[in-house]
């Protein structure tokens, strides 16, 4: 059974830090591209990072370039997104997803293999 299992979100000041972490399994990690998505109240689902299975290239969206950071520890299966100097439109529900082909320019509009049920990030200002 495939599972994604995000994690780290919570309630924190603007201008502070998080790390999140989903922890996969079920599926062969290190040969899966993983990104993280958001999806704010009232608004569609945003993909902010991406982060390849082969050579670790990343992309960030617009909105968190410079602030956020994405890794991944494949002996751990498990990918990460450092969030620093958090805003208040940073509150979101975050999802963690896989896809084995990796093709940024798919993955941003979505389309992924798999889907984790999401962390809540909420910034109060």
């Known amino acids: 059974e495939v599972q994604l299992q995000a994690s780290g979100g919570g309630l924190v000041l603007a201008g502070g830090s998080l790390r999140l972490s989903c922890a996969a399994s079920?599926?062969?990690?290190?040969?899966?591209?993983m990104a993280w998505f958001r999806q704010a109240p009232g608004k569609e689902r945003e993909a902010i990072s991406l982060i390849s299975s082969k050579d670790g290239n990343t992309y960030y969206a617009d909105s968190v370039k410079g602030r956020f950071t994405i890794s991944r520890d494949n002996a751990k299966n498990t990918v990460y997104l450092q969030m620093n100097s958090l805003k208040s439109e940073d509150t979101a529900v975050y999802y963690c997803?896989?896809?084995?082909?990796?093709?940024?320019?798919?993955?941003?509009?979505?389309?992924?293999?798999?889907w984790g049920k999401g962390t809540q990030v909420t910034v109060s200002s």
């Open positions: 997803a896989a896809d084995q082909v990796g093709d940024p320019r798919v993955m941003i509009r979505g389309v992924m293999d798999y």
């Open positions: 079920g599926f062969p990690f290190a040969r899966h591209a």
